[in-house]
């Protein structure tokens, strides 16, 4: 209150100074929210986007091409819509078997984050508790038969559980999704429009993001068959199907 007032005296005795200081620090906060708004939506979009097509799946199809088009005329409104076109216009079985094939561990294209950080080793199951740890403490629960670290499930997180620790979380897996959004884009998938969308919604990368994104990109995830103790859930095999809804039933 006081650093209110000491700026609002200034701004009389510098005259009209003053009253354009308040309608930047307005349109400011209105530039803020706005910009909140629009990463959530394409948040919540590319998390719906990034399931598999079942049948819930295409329930939600038109409510999240709606959200989209509502979005401001840009590259990621034009991304997001043209993978609902697609979607909508390929045949559902056609679709699932794409999908089956495009988030193929063995050619690195997962969707779940830990696997680029942590790979089939020990400290991937820890690291799946402490995600799951984050959530809890925000008040956001995952179904039991989730992966907390699902692109989808973090995704939904971001824009509906908690904003910052949802950008913290994309921030910290920043390497393995920018390796999967290269994957995507080298196999020629429509996938790549949506993993896209969400990279542009995060801050510019750093040279460190970039060699670590090579790092990964050379020698590939840390190799050690132990499973995902101490979760029982396993990440499925290539070509068998997905859990349909990560991210769902909040």
């Keep these: 209150m006081s650093t209110t007032t000491e700026a ?17 620090g307005w349109l400011g906060a209105g530039r803020a929210a706005r910009r909140a708004h629009r990463t959530a939506v394409i948040h919540q979009a590319a998390s719906v986007l990034l399931t598999y ?103 939904e997180f971001s824009a509906r559980g908690d904003a910052r620790l949802g950008e913290e979380l994309l921030l910290r897996f920043r390497a393995g999704l920018d390796l999967l959004g290269e994957a995507l884009t080298k196999y020629g998938t429509p996938y790549a429009l949506v993993v896209g969308s969400v990279r542009q919604t995060l801050p510019p990368p750093q040279r460190t993001d970039v060699e670590k994104v090579h790092l990964l990109a050379r020698q590939g995830p840390p ?20 859990d349909p809804t990560p991210g769902g039933g909040q």
């Design 8 to 24: 609002h005296g200034e701004g009389e005795e510098r005259g009209a100074a003053g009253p354009a200081e308040g309608i930047r």
């Design 53 to 155: 097509p079942d049948a819930a799946f295409f329930e939600r199809l038109p409510l999240v091409a709606r959200a989209v088009a509502e979005l401001p005329r840009g590259e990621v409104r034009s991304a997001l819509l043209e993978f609902c076109e697609h979607a909508s216009s390929t045949p559902e079985m056609e679709l699932c078997e794409h999908y089956v094939d495009v988030f193929d561990l063995r050619r690195r294209r997962s969707l779940y984050m830990t696997y680029y950080t942590d790979g089939d080793t020990r400290r991937r199951g820890h690291a799946l508790s402490e995600i799951k740890g984050i959530y809890r403490d925000a008040g956001w629960s995952v179904s039991a038969n989730e992966l907390p670290d699902h692109l989808a499930v973090v995704l």
């Design 223 to 242: 190799a050690e068959d132990v499973g995902l103790e101490p979760y029982s859930l396993k990440v499925p095999p290539a070509g068998a199907e997905p």
